[in-house]
């Protein structure tokens, strides 16, 4: 059963901790994303991975940090730099980055939604 | 950086009625993509349509793409409870070293009711 996972499903820091959420794929893609979701609103990139061990800054990357070093995964940690990190938090996958003409549709996994305390 | 923008925000309707909702964009795409929602969930893709394309058809999905006027509609026909969820288009948006990110609208909320 081909998929993403994250977990866990629910996540409650207090101010001041570093917390990590999980994302782990077994589609064999290259790509990996994490996106940050405010309620009515829409999707905002925190980061993007198109190769193990490489990584790139999205729209709001300030607060976050990732790694990347299996294909698989791509944990997400959010810092206490992080003013204001209570969201849903969605981590997807597609088969490569999108490039001109291409057509690329991206997995999602289902979601952690972090709370601060 | 936002590309597309969904209208409208939240959309009621019966259940057997048809949905539209609509997404415009600023700047030329290769290829739009809409998304669903359900509450508390993951988005799962629902279709794509290229740029040279101008409707596309999935079940009871229909999409159009005008790029003259820069602009996407969804269709639901015959409407479900069950397509009750959050509607999203997604473009292309060139961000620099030959790659794109898909950047998405704040969406469409569709409450079907029964």
């Known amino acids: 059963d081909g998929g993403i996972t994250q977990s866990p499903k629910y996540l409650f820091r207090k101010e001041g901790q570093n917390v990590t959420l999980s994302c782990e794929q077994n589609?064999?893609?290259?790509?990996m994303y994490w996106y940050r979701q405010d309620p009515g609103q829409g999707l905002r990139l925190i980061y993007y991975s198109q190769i193990v061990n490489d990584f790139q800054k999205g729209d709001i990357a300030e607060g976050y940090s990732v790694s990347r070093e299996k294909k698989e995964s791509f944990p997400l940690t959010v810092t206490s730099a992080q003013k204001n990190p209570t969201a849903f938090y969605l981590c997807?996958?597609?088969?490569?980055?999108?490039?001109?003409?291409?057509?690329?549709?991206?997995?999602f996994g289902p979601g952690t939604r972090l709370t601060v305390l | 950086s936002q590309q597309g923008e969904e209208d409208p925000q939240a959309l009621s309707i019966q259940e057997g009625e048809n949905a539209t909702m609509n997404c415009s964009y600023k700047?030329?795409?290769?290829?739009l993509q809409w998304y669903r929602q359900n509450s508390g969930r993951g988005l799962v893709h629902l279709i794509l349509i290229r740029s040279n394309e101008r409707e596309k058809h999935s079940g009871r999905l229909r999409v159009t793409l005008d790029t003259s006027k820069k602009s996407s509609s969804l269709l639901i026909t015959a409407s479900r409870a069950a397509d009750t969820a959050s509607y999203f288009c997604?473009?292309?948006?060139?961000?620099?070293?030959?790659?794109?990110?898909?950047?998405f609208g704040k969406g469409t909320k569709l409450s079907v009711i029964p």
């Open positions: 997604a473009t292309d948006l060139y961000s620099g070293a030959g790659s794109y990110q898909l950047t």
């Open positions: 997807a996958s597609s088969i490569g980055l999108v490039t001109s003409g291409s057509m690329v549709r991206q997995f």
């Open positions: 589609l064999n893609h290259d790509a």
């Open positions: 700047t030329s795409i290769n290829n």
